[in-house]
């Protein structure tokens, strides 16, 4: 599996982005799937996960009831709704398997920064 993280951009705080992360590979659907970030000087930490059928979501308690995963594995995508961004929320996001990510898959994510 190869995974492909964009979506990220500038936005003021209060705003939204939606992050998206294309999975290559037919093993996608069978995989539960995080979102994961890190901020300059800072260890990268988990966001949010989402169960191989999308029956089960864990969020950070930092972004519990602003962000949403869901997963298209029609389409082999997993994506974070991030809604009432604010400035604490700048990192640069990726994706990877859930609860063991592989060191493999990191790939180059995707910037968010979150203007004041």
């Known amino acids: 599996v190869q995974l492909q993280a964009c979506g990220g951009g500038l936005v003021q705080a209060g705003g939204s982005l939606r992050l998206s992360c294309a999975a290559s590979?037919?093993?996608?659907?069978?995989?539960?799937m995080a979102w994961f970030r890190q901020a300059p000087g800072k260890e990268r930490e988990f966001v949010a996960a989402?169960?191989?059928?999308?029956?089960?979501?864990a969020y950070a308690d930092s972004v519990k009831g602003r962000f949403t995963i869901s997963r298209d594995n029609a389409r082999n995508t997993v994506y974070l709704q991030m809604d009432s961004l604010k400035p604490e929320d700048t990192a640069r996001y990726y994706c990877?398997?859930?609860?063991?990510?592989?060191?493999?898959?990191w790939g180059q994510g995707t910037q968010v920064t979150v203007s004041s």
């Open positions: 989402i169960s191989w059928g999308a029956g089960n979501t």
């Open positions: 990877n398997k859930w609860p063991s990510p592989g060191t493999a898959y």
């Open positions: 590979g037919r093993a996608f659907s069978a995989y539960a």
